[in-house]
């Protein structure tokens, strides 16, 4: 099957400060890609749907300033937390599209300090 | 509206014996079913999808799933759970047309007892 590769798999960061999580569809071209939020012990929620070439589509409730999507080549996605709080602190995980379905990366786990 | 519904936060089954984990959907239009695992601080590993023809679905490492339209159902099995089976389980449905999204039940952790 198709493989998504999530880059860093854990980051630590300083209150503040910004971190970049790369999202790359390693065997194939994926023109829409997205990104989940996950709690501890809950689901994924969507956040956005990154489409390369064009402007993100946030879902209701997500703040685009804060976490800013880019897709600017078929294989790449990446999301930015800007300015990040205690709060952001997350497991975040991206997937991209692949007709019919969609293959998810191995996730990303953000600590903010 | 869209949605899915995993009934059981947990579920405990004993080494050796058959496991089943729930899930049932909402959608308009055909459904495509897909069934997750999930280990601590790791992405979603694929296990096996339903899109078209068969009703029962084989998957990775000996899971299967049998869709059922009429009761709009999309149960997970195992005949013989290992302790390794051990972890959080999602069930995702997306209609065949229109949106790529997924939608997410909120998952079920599988415990499985020596």
Known sequence: ?113 | AQSVAQPEDQVNVAEGNPLTVKCTYSVSGNPYLFWYVQYPNRGLQFLLKYITGDNLVKGSYGFEAEFNKSQTSFHLKKPSALVSDSALYFCAVKTASGTYKYIFGTGTRLKVLA
């Open chain 1, 1 to 113: 099957g198709a493989v998504v590769s999530q880059h860093p798999s854990w980051v630590i960061c300083k209150s503040g400060t910004s971190v970049k999580i790369e999202c790359r569809s390693l065997d194939f071209q994926a023109t829409t890609m997205f990104w989940y939020r996950q709690f501890p012990k809950q689901s994924l929620m969507l956040m956005a749907t990154s489409n390369e070439g064009s402007k993100a589509t946030y879902e209701q409730g997500v703040e685009k300033d804060k976490f800013l999507i880019n897709h600017a080549s078929l294989t790449l996605s990446t999301l930015t937390v800007t300015s990040a709080h205690p709060e952001d602190s997350s497991f975040y995980i991206c997937s991209a599209w692949d007709s019919p379905e969609a293959f998810f990366g191995q996730g990303t786990r953000l600590t903010v300090v």
